[in-house]
Nanobody, 124 residues
């Protein structure tokens, strides 16, 4: 079992920055690929970013590429999503997730564990 807890969400101005954190319980954090998804009201859950077990490979959804940076600190069992140049369309509940699939995956069904989500609101 993996318990994931997101934090760092909140209200931010357009163009601003925010860093989300996801802390995983247990000692097997480094064995999982990790990802971020988001879901806005009335929308399906959308892939945001993924990172490999060792943190050397990352992949981003087209809507956030160049603005968001995914990283992990396995010693701290923590996943980070640095979000820069935020836009109102980034407003959503953000979820971190863990997958045992090798490499990277953008598919919801390939993620085994999910956090509770943290609200990010980008507004003036």
């Amino acid at each position: 079992q993996v318990h994931l807890v997101e934090s760092g969400g909140g209200l931010v101005q357009p163009g601003g920055s925010l860093r989300l954190s996801c802390v995983a319980s247990g000692r097997t954090f480094s064995n999982y690929a990790m990802g971020w998804f988001r879901q806005a009201p009335g929308k399906e859950r959308e892939f945001v970013a993924a990172i490999s077990w060792e943190g050397k490979s990352t992949y981003y959804g087209d809507s956030v590429k160049g603005r968001f940076t995914n990283s992990r600190d396995n010693a701290k069992n923590t996943l980070y999503l640095q979000m820069n140049s935020l836009k109102p369309e980034d407003t959503a509940v953000y979820y971190c997730a863990a997958s045992r699939v090798s490499g990277l995956t953008t598919l919801i069904q390939e993620y085994d564990y999910w956090g509770q989500g943290t609200q990010v609101t980008v507004s003036s």
